[in-house]
């Protein structure tokens, strides 16, 4: 299984970006799919997730009302859009799927990551 992110960059304080990751097409019967993050110095932290089937979402409370996890109606991507970006969100965006346990992990697939900066 390789998941691939795509969609990271630079952006401003105040800026929007939409991450995406594909890839995991063959992973049989993913129950959910989500995000994770690492900003430099700090542990790997949960930041959305949404179950595959149906849909429910779960965000950490530092993104919520700021980000949106979805996926589209070939379930085939999954998104990230991130508004209101802050210098914190800074980190190293991973896809996850096929969770272990709840919508919050453990996963057991990770992609490789893309950068987000967020900087003026």
């Known amino acids: 299984v390789q998941m691939v992110e795509s969609g990271g960059g630079l952006v401003q304080p105040g800026g929007s970006l939409r991450l995406s990751c594909a890839g995991f097409?063959?992973?049989?019967?993913?129950?959910?799919m989500g995000w994770f993050r690492q900003a430099p110095g700090k542990e790997r932290e949960f930041v959305a997730a949404?179950?595959?089937?149906?849909?429910?979402?779960a965000y950490s409370d530092v993104v919520k009302d700021r980000f949106t996890i979805a996926r589209n109606n070939a379930k085939t991507t999954l998104y990230l859009h991130m508004n209101s970006l802050k210098p914190e969100d800074t980190a190293v965006y991973y896809c996850?799927?096929?969770?272990?346990?709840?919508?919050?992990?453990?996963?057991?697939?990770w992609g490789q990551g893309t950068q987000v900066t967020v900087s003026s």
């Open positions: 949404i179950s595959w089937a149906l849909g429910v979402t």
């Open positions: 097409g063959i992973i049989f019967s993913i129950n959910n």
């Open positions: 996850v799927a096929d969770s272990a346990s709840g919508l919050r992990g453990p996963y057991r697939y």
